[in-house]
């Protein structure tokens, strides 16, 4: 496997960085993950969209113009003779002595990485995911796509360790915000479909964005507004949206079966104008 980091393409095994990177000592840093789906990297223009977002909200500087960016990202995958992956992109502040200020002069690193696309599991599919339940402890700029992602580990391991795929992350107020790597969507018992709307609270799925799109496209019943873990947990469907998973049904809440216990005829649909916007 190639990666490149600052200007040079070498051997994963072999690419470093140096460790007063501030990416590393205070994860003073941003990341994308983009998806290459057939050959092809799906919402590109999207995920750049957001990394120069986070980039600006941090005030660090775009380490190459986008074009060239989007050169990289394709020499990666040559490189790698990729055609199904995830590209990975980290931008941090750059190497400098560690003192909390930002450095003056100080150049952003930056790195890609690229590496094969989970195929998704056919039992995930047929049967839905579990996800469990987890206090939101994160930051109040989650709208940045930041490295520091402790408490996003932290909720994904006690989903692993629970037998569960996924976290959705709850407010003290009761309101789910999203999963530790994914937006979090239902189907309520009056037959609206509901997502979290964005704000400082969430990050902006690129899947999001787009599933959204196409259900109001589709002209299916839609609110933009926060839903609490209860109301989730009477809801008819529920399911999740992100780069990797594409739209995935969840058919457990913390062990407790969502409607009927199986995919929903809504998250099915929504999985399937995603893959056709996805090939068109
Ligand atoms: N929320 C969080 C916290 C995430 O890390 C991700 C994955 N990047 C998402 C939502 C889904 O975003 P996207 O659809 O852009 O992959």
Known sequence: RIAYVNGHYGPLSEASVHIEDRGYQFSD???????????????????????????????????MHRRALQ????????????????VYIQVTRGVARRDHPFPKDAVPSIVLTCRTLPKPSPKALAEGVAVISQPDIRWGRRDIKSISLLPNILAKQAAREAGAYEAWLVETDGTVTEGSSTNAWILTKDGVLVTRPRSTSILPGITRGQVLKLAQEAQIRLEERPFTLEEAKEAKEAFMSSASALVLPITKIDGQPVGEGIPGPLAKRLRELYETYLAS
Do not use: F, Q
């Open 29 to 63: 840093g941003i990341y994308e993950v983009v998806a290459l789906r057939n050959g092809r990297l799906s919402n590109e223009e999207g995920h750049l969209d957001r990394l120069e977002r986070s980039l600006k909200e941090l005030r660090i500087a775009m380490p």
């Open 71 to 86: 050169h990289v990202m394709r020499e990666l995958v040559r490189k790698n003779k990729a055609t199904n992956a995830l």
